[in-house]
């Protein structure tokens, strides 16, 4: 039997065309291996995923293909519409029937026939990064064990519902690393497109100058597969490109002030490439202070949030996660001007961080300066907010500067849990990048090698 739970994308559909497996069969060992202590889901859709597999089967029988996720579990973050469910965005109260409506990317999950699991659980209104959500739970990370570790934010249930083995692919949005976190805390990897790639129709807004769609999946492999599934532009999986002549950028700010182990598993994974012939050197990267400057007042997403709230879901605004509340009141009065000349600073350090970056392939560090922590030590207060700024400090400046990112598992730390590697390329280098990331994951390998099993799972 082909088990869903370590067969890479291209096997499983390879068991589908083959005869070797069916639709119906994977969603069944998908429904077995739910494991609702870990919380991954806010809702769990069985029926509507069981007719989505019988249809996929049928194509198959009729010999229709309608791409690599056909027949496939896909959970989708629940700030993405599905028509029929409600959409909580992570709120203690569904949003208007209006934010059900599908957009693009789901659109591009049904129209390849992938099965739709469920709707995972998100930090409300995707503001945050520990992936922390006291209206319904915070999913637990299942390589805490018997500790509940935080999943990261927002897309807090994505990475859990693919380590379960209720998906082999997930969908969430990225504005300041909302996939990126998720992936790195859960030793999966995690694509935040360009600006602008994916279309954010059919989902709640954070802050729509930022705001990414992105994927994670557990290996680099079934990323490419997923993103050109998705892609409206890509119509080939990216390839791998040689190892050997890469240029990666070493910016040594991200690795300041990491917990025990980050700094050294990523350096050791990149003294890896090194061997194979990749040219890993240090990067001057000056723009990053620009963005840690305004995200440090805010940045664009606190004025935009604010705005959102105040006009579209007023009624929403006194439940608010106090975690979230208290950035709403802190920086939400922003005049025009100064929210206006952000945009322009910000627009500024972007051009000239494209420049910059055309004399690499990519920018690389740690994706988190920190490993997932323990819930009680994230939860609230002080310990939120110092775990928050930490958990995003090296994946906002992809969003602040536009950029696309690719977070790969990197190895465990001392404590047994999993750090990522970040890599950073250019807006538009969307495939090119994930090719950068096949070639490392040829080198370093899969996240399944190079972590082992989760003891939570």
Request: hydrophobic share 45%; glycine share 12%; aromatic share 6%.
């Amino acid at each position: 039997m082909t088990d869903i739970s370590s067969a890479t994308i291209a096997e499983l559909g390879q068991a589908l065309r083959a005869g070797r497996a069916t639709a119906r069969g994977l969603l069944e060992q998908a429904l077995q291996n739910r494991k609702e202590a870990l919380g991954a889901y806010k809702l769990w859709m069985p029926d509507q995923a069981g007719r989505a597999a019988d249809l996929a089967d049928a194509a198959f029988a009729e010999g229709l293909d309608f791409g690599p996720l056909q027949g496939l579990p896909v959970s989708v973050k629940d700030l993405f519409g599905l028509a029929g469910t409600p959409t909580h965005a992570g709120a203690p109260k569904p949003l208007p029937a209006s934010w059900e409506a599908e957009g693009p990317v789901v659109a591009a999950v049904r129209n390849g026939l992938a099965v739709i699991t469920g709707k995972t659980h998100t930090v409300e209104f995707a503001f945050g990064g520990i992936g922390s959500n006291p209206h319904w739970g915070t999913p637990r990370n299942p390589w805490g064990g018997e500790s509940h570790r935080v999943p990261g934010g927002s897309s807090a249930g994505a990475g859990v519902s693919l380590l379960e083995g209720t998906a082999v692919a997930a969908l969430g949005s990225d504005t300041a690393g909302s996939v990126r976190v998720p992936a790195s805390f859960t030793g999966t990897v995690g694509v935040k497109t360009s600006y602008g790639r994916w279309s954010l129709e059919g989902i709640v807004p954070l802050s729509p100058s930022l705001d990414t769609a992105g994927v994670l999946t557990r290996s680099v492999a079934d990323a490419a597969l997923a993103f050109a599934a998705i892609d409206p532009v890509c119509r080939m999986p990216p390839g791998a490109v040689d190892p050997a002549g890469l240029r990666l950028g070493v910016v040594e700010g991200f690795f300041e002030d990491c917990g025990p182990g980050v700094a050294e598993t990523v350096r050791a994974a990149l003294a890896e490439l090194e061997e194979r012939g990749a040219e890993v050197r240090s990067f001057d990267f000056p723009e990053l202070a620009v963005a840690n400057e305004v995200f440090g007042k805010g940045g664009l997403t606190v004025p935009e949030f604010v705005a959102f709230i105040e006009n579209e879901l007023p009624e929403f605004k006194a439940t608010l996660d106090p975690n979230v509340r208290s950035r709403f009141e802190m920086f939400g009065t922003v005049t025009a001007t100064d929210y206006l000349g952000r945009k322009m600073r910000l627009a500024r350090a972007a051009a000239a961080a494209s420049a910059r970056l055309a004399d690499i392939d990519a920018v690389v560090g740690p994706t988190t300066p920190i490993t997932a922590p323990l819930l009680q030590h994230a939860a609230e207060g002080e310990g939120y907010r110092t775990h928050n700024m930490a958990a995003l400090r090296n994946t906002m400046p992809g969003n602040m500067l536009a950029l696309c990112g690719l977070t790969i598992p990197a190895g465990l730390d001392g404590s047994g849990m999993p750090v990522g590697l970040q890599l950073l390329a250019g807006r538009g280098m969307d495939e090119r990048l994930i090719s950068i990331g096949l070639a490392v994951e040829s080198v370093i390998g899969p996240a399944s090698r190079r972590l082992g099993t989760p003891p939570g799972i």
